[in-house]
């Protein structure tokens, strides 16, 4: 595609349950990364992949959050267990891979934890 | 200490006018510098980048930076209403696949 899509666009979910979140980033980028992002602060990093491995996930908060990018193509976030404070906008970005490259944003996914 | 930090606003600004935007950063090793703006409710989309000290022109956006300062800002010409949004200032590394670090972000209000 065009862009970076993400999917769900908006999930609801119970404190407890476990939730998938996906992100397809632009054909070709090899870089991809996840963001989150709370109302009035700026996105904070949570995880970079180059190709298949995660290259950095300093940012994950605490063993709950997981992710993965089987085929160094697209990538799922899992958070297990959710907490209300998981509320937030997922992000999404790729980026072709060289140093200081552009990143460019998804959609974003809007995770509610009632 | 917030390693980006940027006034959160709001800017309110007259149509037309020139709205200027600032941000100063903490890391002397960063080496690239970017401009989102957000809408309400939608994701960060790119604007501006910039790598070298002084300034970047893009149509109505100047970007200049400031290296020995720490210090990048965002000047929009001849605002108008529809870049009223939040400008997010982004600061990375010099290591391929450095990820962003963000400031809060200035709302921008432009007035008809």
């Known amino acids: 595609g065009a862009g970076v899509s993400q999917t769900p666009s908006n999930k609801v979910t119970e404190k407890g349950k476990y939730v998938e979140l996906r992100c397809d980033p632009i054909?070709?980028?090899?870089?991809l990364y996840w963001y989150r992002q709370s109302l009035g602060q700026g996105p904070e990093f949570l995880i970079y992949?180059?190709?298949?491995?995660?290259?950095?996930d300093s940012g994950l908060p605490n063993d709950r959050f997981f992710a993965v990018r089987p085929e160094g193509s697209v990538s799922t976030l899992k958070i297990q267990r959710t907490e209300r404070g998981d509320s937030a906008m997922y992000l999404c970005?790729?980026?072709?891979?060289?140093?200081?490259?552009?990143?460019?944003f998804g959609p974003g996914t809007r995770l509610t934890v009632t | 200490q917030k390693e980006v930090e940027q006034n959160s606003g709001p800017l309110s600004v007259p149509e037309g006018a020139i709205a200027s935007l600032n941000c100063t950063y903490s890391?002397?090793?960063?080496?690239?510098f970017f401009w989102y703006r957000q809408y309400s409710g939608k994701s960060p989309e790119l604007i501006m980048f910039?790598?070298?000290?002084g300034d970047k022109e893009d149509g109505r956006f100047t970007a200049q930076l400031n290296k020995a300062s720490q210090y990048v800002s965002l000047l929009i010409r001849d605002s108008q209403p529809s870049d009223s949004a939040t400008y997010l200032c982004?600061?990375?590394?010099?290591?391929?696949?450095?990820?962003?670090?963000f400031g809060g972000g200035t709302r921008l209000m432009v007035k008809p």
């Open positions: 890391d002397r090793g960063s080496q690239s």
């Open positions: 910039i790598y070298s000290n």
């Open positions: 054909s070709g980028h090899t870089a």
């Open positions: 982004a600061v990375q590394g010099d290591r391929a696949g450095n990820m962003l670090t």
């Open positions: 992949f180059q190709g298949t491995g995660a290259a950095d």
């Open positions: 970005a790729s980026s072709p891979g060289l140093a200081g490259g552009s990143q460019y």
